[in-house]
C-alpha cells in the first residue's frame, strides 16, 4: 500500500528564515509525485509534479526536490503570504496517468512578520 | 476558464440522513474524482468517474455512490450519514492524461 509521511507537522518560522519540508514515501513503481499548497477551508493549489530522482522544480521562492525515498520543498526567505498547509501526494503507475492520488497529512507553515 | 466549481459550500445534516454533493469540472476535463479530507487530515481518495462509470474506489463503504452524466459533472451521495462523515469534501477533474485541477470543496457537518 502507498505511504506518505510528511514531517514536521507543523513549522513557524520568522519572515526570511529559510527552510525545508520532508516528505517520505513508498510507492509501487512512482508515476509522480505532487505538491499543493492548501489555504484553509479551500482546495489544494497545484505547486509542482516531480517524476523521476535527481529532478528539481523552482517557483519563486519554493524549490522542490525528489530522491527514491523522499523529496524536499525548499522555502527560501519566506514571506507571511506563504503561511497555509503544504500537501504532498504520490501516484503509483498501475493505473495511468489518472490513478488515485495517495496524501499525506500535510505540514503547516505559519511565517511571522 | 472556470475551474473545478462545487456545490453546495456548507450543508448540515443529522445523523442517518443522505446527503448529494455536487460537482461540475474543469472546462475540457472529462474525469471526476472525489476525497473526503477530515480535519487536520490530508485527502483520502473515495473514487474516480470517467466515461460515466466508476473507473477506480478507495477504501470507502457502500454508503458512498456517485455518478457522472453526460456533461461530465458528477455527483457524490452518501447515505446513512455518521458523525465521522463529517468532513470537506474535494472534487477534482482532469483529462485522461492527467493533472488534476480540485476544487474549493464542500465542507459537509453531521449533527
Not at chain 1, 71 to 83: C, G, Q, V
Not at chain 2, 74 to 81: G, K
Amino acid at each position: 500500500e502507498d505511504q506518505v509521511t510528511q514531517s514536521p507537522e507543523a513549522l513557524r518560522l520568522q519572515e526570511g528564515e529559510s527552510s525545508s519540508l520532508n516528505c517520505s514515501y513508498t510507492v509501487s513503481g512512482l508515476r509522480g509525485l505532487f505538491w499543493y499548497r492548501q489555504d484553509p477551508g479551500k482546495g489544494p493549489e497545484f505547486l509542482f509534479t516531480l517524476y523521476s530522482a535527481g529532478e528539481e522544480k523552482e517557483k519563486e521562492r519554493l524549490k522542490a526536490t525528489l530522491t527514491k525515498k523522499e523529496s524536499f520543498l525548499h522555502i527560501t526567505a519566506p514571506k507571511p503570504e506563504d503561511s497555509a498547509t503544504y500537501l504532498c501526494a504520490v501516484q503509483a503507475g498501475s493505473s495511468g496517468a489518472n490513478s488515485k492520488l495517495t496524501f499525506g497529512k500535510g505540514i503547516t507553515l505559519s511565517v511571522r512578520p | 476558464d472556470a475551474g473545478v466549481t462545487q456545490s453546495p459550500t456548507h450543508l448540515i445534516k443529522t445523523r442517518g440522513q443522505q446527503v448529494t454533493l455536487r460537482c461540475s469540472p474543469k472546462s475540457g476535463h472529462d474525469t471526476v474524482s472525489w476525497y473526503q479530507q477530515a480535519l487536520g487530515q490530508g485527502p483520502q481518495f473515495i473514487f474516480q468517474y470517467y466515461e460515466e462509470e466508476e473507473r477506480q474506489r478507495g477504501n470507502f463503504p457502500d454508503r458512498f455512490s456517485g455518478h457522472q452524466f453526460p456533461n461530465y459533472s458528477s455527483e457524490l451521495n452518501v447515505n446513512a450519514l455518521l458523525l465521522g462523515d463529517s468532513a470537506l469534501y474535494l472534487c477534482a477533474s482532469s483529462l485522461a492524461t492527467g493533472g488534476y485541477t480540485f476544487g474549493s470543496g464542500t465542507r459537509l457537518t453531521v449533527v
